[in-house]
């Protein structure tokens, strides 16, 4: 089994892997302060997350339709 790729995502697995792993860091960061401040900053860091699943989705899709 290889490593999820950021730069260059080949399957949805690895799109999904990225963003379970982005929930459970928010969900233990949002645990361990609850500052709104943080908040704020996880608010950020949600928004380039959203952009990077929507490009690598993207990739995803021009890949598999690349192939046919």
Not at 41 to 50: R, Y
Request: net charge negative; hydrophobic share 60%; charged share 15%.
């Amino acid at each position: 089994m290889r490593a999820p790729s950021l730069t260059n995502p080949r399957s949805f697995w690895d799109i999904f892997v990225v963003l379970c792993g982005y929930v459970l860091l928010e969900f233990t960061v949002l645990q361990l302060t609850g500052s709104y401040l943080v908040e704020q900053e996880l608010v950020v860091v949600a928004i380039a997350v959203f952009v990077w699943a929507a490009w690598a989705i993207y990739r995803v899709l021009a890949r598999v339709e690349a192939e046919r």
